[in-house]
């Protein structure tokens, strides 16, 4: 490489970095400082003739960003260290390997920079179209909300037999992310055993360890939604850089990844991009590698690389430490009976143990009253009584048996027999509704249908309905006894 051309180019960038330094707290130029880093160490000069200054960028990304944010802070450090009428030119990494763009006149006398977006031969940007939940507005993706809970740490997280070995593996990737043998984490199992809240305990600890490092976490059903926004925009080489900055990729309940096969070919390329560049990725899952449905074997063979961890429900002693602990934040101590009979209660999952913990506190707290063993059960009865209905898909399917007195093994059967096949579909149509569940979930637990069954199924009966007497009734009547 060209000494001369780098000698250029670090003084212009220690005349940035200068700037950048310089720069009133809470202004535009100060606000750039955090990401002058991390864009500018991608950057290259690659050639200096005539005045052309060219620089090699990792992406039309790079571009972009360079010229939206620096292009006056670079024309100034262009001017000071080659002269005036410098020409940029950028040859852009991915996509063109060989390929320069025309060039973007830089206007060196003050601030009257041609716009660059005017420009024909500027690309359009990952921003313009995708709505990115996690980037701060005004520094873009170099500056990533983590999307992290402060609740979710470690210092929260009760260990217990059911947790012990994944909350160890996780303590040691937080201390040395991407560096363990364990990349990915891959942790399972049921509902609300503490899967999501491990995951954000790495995430969090990683961030107050090492805050340079870019640690996001998001839900897989946002990776989807996201990558189907990029990809309907033409924009998924944008939509992988952007995931291929983070050092510390966290997605929860991966399983929905089943039966997406575009979305699981981009998810294949930033895991390994990540995974070659020494990057932690940690997955949640309901289910173990092996038995999620309809993912390509290339991505359950890059989950089992690292580590998987299977949570269990809490048992007794774990429990009993969780309420310990939680209520021991409030101030609130309880006898042995009170504990036993707390840990009792709530035997499957920690989420539930908590809402039960919480009415506790509420209780304490509104009556100011001793709690006693007595006064506990009171609550816990009362709390039972006046609990909500949940509506899951099992509760949908129940009601809608009911209702045409079918068996449940009908429902979920593939006949295709009208009288079972329109409460199937009906049964499909409310678990949209009114679950959060995706049309693939909807899917496996509908007796392993593809989603665009379900699909097909929630168009007719919104169609139907509005033409038919009789579906419009049975819509009508299920939809009052399933949230009855
Ligand atoms: N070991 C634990 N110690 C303290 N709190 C816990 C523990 N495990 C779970 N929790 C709490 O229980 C609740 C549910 O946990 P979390 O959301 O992590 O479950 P999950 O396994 O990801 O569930 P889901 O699959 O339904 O998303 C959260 O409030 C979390 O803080």
Redesign the pocket.
Known sequence: MDENLMMIWRKCLQFMRDNLNAAEDNSDLKKLEKSFDLLFDKVQPISLADNNLTLMVPSDFYKEYIEDNYLSLLSAALKKNIGKGVKLWYSVMENRPNGLEKPVTMNMKGKSVPTPRTQETMPQGFSSNIVNPFVVPGIKKVNIDSNLKS??SFD?????ES?KFAATVARSIAKRPGATAFNPLFLY??????????GQAVGLEVKSQFPDKVVLYLSSEKFIQQFISSAKAHKQTEFANFYQMVDVLII??IQFLSGKSATQDSFFHIFDHLHQNGKQIIL?S?KAPADIMDIQDRIVSRFKWGLSAE?KS?DLQ?RRK?IV?KLSRDGIVLTDDMLDFLASETKT???EL?GVINSVIAYSTVYKTELSLELLKDTISKIAANQKKIINIPYIQEVVCDYFGIKKEQLLSKTRKREIALPRQLAMYFSKELTNATFTKIGEEMGGKDHSTVMYACDTIKDVSKIDKEVKKYVKDLSERIKK
Request: hydrophobic share 25%; no cysteine.
């Open positions: 609740d979710f929260n997280y009760v260990e217990g947790n199992g049921g509902y609300g055993v503490g899967k999501t809240h491990l929860d309940d949640t309901d949570i809490p774990t969780i602990d999952n920690v989420r908590i």
